[in-house]
């Protein structure tokens, strides 16, 4: 799977980047059908200091996109991944059902 990491307006760390090449490549364990992750990190200017999280995935036959903000970067991509993983998950599920009923 490729992943593209963008920081909007500043230079991502090499933490925050290998931390995010390691959770978006956990989500192969729930679907091996992943073709390419975006995400894209900027921040609010002071004194708002919020920090954001878009993740885009590129299924085979859908797009899955989450968005999040944070007061720092870390917790930022962990809640857009929760969400990621739940939208995974459903689909997963939804096609499980679908191709269950077609063998009843």
């Known amino acids: 799977m490729k992943i593209n990491i963008t ?4 230079k991502a760390k090499v933490s925050t980047q290998n931390y995010i090449t390691e959770k978006i490549n ?4 729930y ?3 992943i073709i390419h992750a ?3 990190l900027s921040f609010d200017k002071p004194p ?3 920090k954001h999280c878009e993740i885009i995935i590129k299924l085979k ?3 899955l996109t ?3 903000s944070a007061g720092d970067f870390e917790k930022a991509i962990d ?3 929760t969400k990621i993983d739940s939208q995974i998950y459903k689909l997963k599920d939804k096609l499980k059902t679908k191709n269950h009923a077609k063998t009843n």
Do not use: G, S, Y
Not at 26 to 29: A, F, G, T
């Open 7 to 10: 920081a909007r307006h500043f």
């Open 26 to 29: 956990e989500l192969d364990k």
């Open 31 to 33: 679907n091996e059908n």
């Open 38 to 40: 975006d995400v894209i």
């Open 48 to 50: 708002a200091d919020t």
């Open 61 to 63: 036959d859908k797009t």
């Open 66 to 68: 989450a968005k999040e």
């Open 79 to 81: 809640f857009a991944l």
